[in-house]
C-alpha cells in the first residue's frame, strides 16, 4: 500500500543539541536514525532543526553530495527509511511510466542524464537544472532507455519523506511568525492531551500547516523559551503527550515517536 500525503503539512521541531549528550559517534548515528524512522512512519514533511543554546537522501545520493566524512561512518548501519522516495529497484527496464524518483543531475557529453539508482542514467527530456544538482523526476517512457523529466514534489500524490531546514530563528520565532497555522510545543509541565483532545481535534480539522515542537536532553520548552527572550505562551497549544511517564526523563527522540503516534489517530 502506498502511503498517502496528511491532509496537512506536519512539520516537527528539534533541538540542535540533540545528541549532544552523547560521546560516541555510532551513538549518535543511532539517536538520529531513529528520529527519521518516526518521522517517516508518521509522515513528517519537514524536520526543522532550531538553535537551543545561547537530506534525508536515499542511498544512491549519498556519494554525490556527501562523499566520505568521518560523522557518517556508521550511516550504513542504520535500517532503511523505506518511504517511497528510497525505491529499491535498480533496474532501468523496470522503470514505470508515471513513476516518480528521486536523481542527481549529470552531463554526459552536453547531454542531460540523471541518476536515479538503477544500473545506468536516464535520459533527462526539457529543460534543466545545473549539474550536480538533486531533482525529483518523473519517468515519461518505459523499456530498455527509460526517459523521464522534471518533475514538482506538488505533483506527487504520495507520501515523498520529509526535507530538513537548519533555522537560524529562535523556536520562539518558529512559533509566532506566521509560518504554520497551528503550533504545539511538548512539555513535561503541559496540559495532559487526553484534556484537549477536542479542542486539538478540532484545530486539526481545519488546518494546512502544524508545527510540533521538542525539547533537548538537558532543557525542556519553557527553559529554552525563556534562555532565547521568548514568551512562554507563544504555543497555541502546550501538551504532556506522555503523562505519568514511567521514567524520570523522556529523550528528545522518544518523545517524537510517543507524540507522533498519538497525533496520527487524531
Not at 557518517?72 to 548501519?77: M, P, S
Request: aromatic residues 6%; charged residues 25%; glycine residues 8%.
Amino acid at each position: 500500500m502506498t502511503p498517502t500525503r496528511r491532509k496537512s503539512r506536519l512539520s516537527i521541531a528539534v533541538p540542535a543539541s540533540l545528541v549532544s549528550e552523547y560521546a560516541n559517534l555510532r551513538d549518535k548515528t543511532e539517536v538520529i536514525g531513529r528520529l527519521a524512522r518516526s518521522a517517516a512512519i508518521f509522515r513528517a514533511e519537514e524536520i526543522v532543526v532550531y538553535p537551543d543554546q545561547p537530506d534525508e537522501t536515499p542511498q544512491y545520493l549519498r556519494r554525490f553530495f556527501y562523499g566520505v566524512r568521518p560523522e557518517l561512518q556508521f550511516a550504513g548501519t542504520l535500517q532503511p527509511l523505506r518511504t517511497p522516495h528510497h525505491q529499491l529497484e535498480a533496474h532501468a527496464a523496470n522503470l514505470r511510466i508515471g513513476e516518480f524518483r528521486e536523481g542527481v543531475l549529470i552531463d554526459q557529453q552536453g547531454v542531460n542524464f540523471v541518476d536515479v539508482g538503477v544500473e545506468k542514467p536516464i535520459r533527462l527530456l526539457g529543460k534543466a537544472p545545473s549539474r550536480g544538482s538533486r531533482v525529483t523526476v518523473k519517468i515519461v517512457e518505459s523499456g530498455p532507455e527509460p526517459r523521464c523529466e522534471m518533475a514538482k514534489r506538488a505533483e506527487i500524490p504520495t507520501y515523498w519523506g520529509y526535507e530538513i531546514q537548519v533555522s537560524r530563528k529562535t523556536l520562539g520565532e518558529l512559533a509566532t511568525g506566521g509560518y504554520y497555522d497551528l503550533t504545539i510545543a511538548t512539555s513535561r509541565t503541559g496540559a495532559p492531551i487526553a484534556s484537549e483532545e477536542e479542542r486539538l481535534r478540532a484545530r486539526l480539522a481545519g488546518t494546512r500547516t502544524v508545527l510540533v515542537a521538542f525539547g533537548s536532553p538537558r532543557m525542556g520548552i519553557p527553559e529554552i523559551l525563556r534562555r532565547a527572550h521568548d514568551r512562554e505562551d507563544c504555543f497555541q497549544f502546550n501538551l504532556n503527550t506522555i503523562p505519568e511517564q514511567g521514567t524520570e526523563t523522556v529523550r528528545t527522540e522518544e518523545a517524537v515517536h510517543a507524540t507522533l503516534a498519538i497525533l496520527n489517530l487524531l
